[in-house]
């Protein structure tokens, strides 16, 4: 009787330890998340870094990109050269060379 409950207990102890080690899991690749437009925009715009924000005027630079910035883009239909770049969180819109950006 001694025995069988040594080798019960044996058995339990085994299957405990197992139970408890860590389990391998795979390994999980994750990309950069890409963002999406906004609804109302015509397009996703990406602008490299010192990418020159400019007044309605097109001319009057406003601010310069600091970094790789993604923001919304529309289409300019007074200045057919430019987009218009709303960068997200933000109402305030400007006009960036189409040549300078990437449209996505």
Do not use: C, H, W
């Amino acid at each position: 009787m001694k025995k069988n409950k040594g080798i019960a207990a044996l058995i339990i102890g085994v299957l405990l330890l197992f139970s408890f080690r860590n389990k391998l899991r795979g390994s999980v690749i994750v990309d950069q998340p890409q963002p999406l437009k906004s609804p109302d925009a015509d397009f996703l715009i990406k602008a490299p870094d010192g990418t020159e924000l400019l007044a309605s005027d097109g001319v009057k630079v406003m601010g310069k990109t600091s970094g790789v910035v993604f923001a919304d883009g529309f289409y300019s239909r007074q200045y057919p050269q430019f987009y218009i770049l709303r960068q997200f969180g933000s109402t305030n819109k400007y006009y960036v060379y189409a040549g300078l950006v990437t449209r996505l």
